[in-house]
Nanobody, 125 residues
């Protein structure tokens, strides 16, 4: 199991950009499928993006497609989420998630086993 720590959240104006990072402990990070989820007040947690261990496969929720980019650096045990053209509705706590299941078994429910503590992203309109 990996330990996950998110960083980089904050307040940004609508239309702006922000990046969040997730640092993972453990020597097997490179073998994990990684994901970003978010939970807005009063709403259920939802998948935002996911990336396979090699970075060769990615998934994006329709609401962020074309605006967000997920990437990973296995040498640094870090996964990133770059967010552009942010909207007020992107405001949420963003969570990093990891799972040893391969890309072909992580979906369609994106059932991840390890979670970070979350980082707040607030977009002002």
């Amino acid at each position: 199991q990996v330990q996950l720590v998110e960083s980089g959240g904050g307040l940004v104006q609508a239309g702006g950009s922000l990046s969040v990072s997730c640092a993972a402990s453990g020597r097997t990070f490179a073998a994990y499928t990684m994901g970003w989820f978010r939970q807005a007040p009063g709403k259920e947690r939802e998948i935002v993006a996911a990336i396979s261990w090699s970075g060769g496969f990615t998934y994006y929720a329709d609401s962020v497609k074309g605006r967000f980019t997920i990437s990973r650096d296995n040498a640094k045990n870090t996964v990133y989420l770059q967010m552009a053209r942010l909207k007020a509705e992107d405001t949420a706590v963003y969570y990093c998630a990891a799972d040893p299941k391969g890309w072909d078994r992580i979906g369609p429910n994106f059932d991840f086993g390890s979670w970070g503590q979350g980082t707040q992203v607030s977009v002002s309109s």
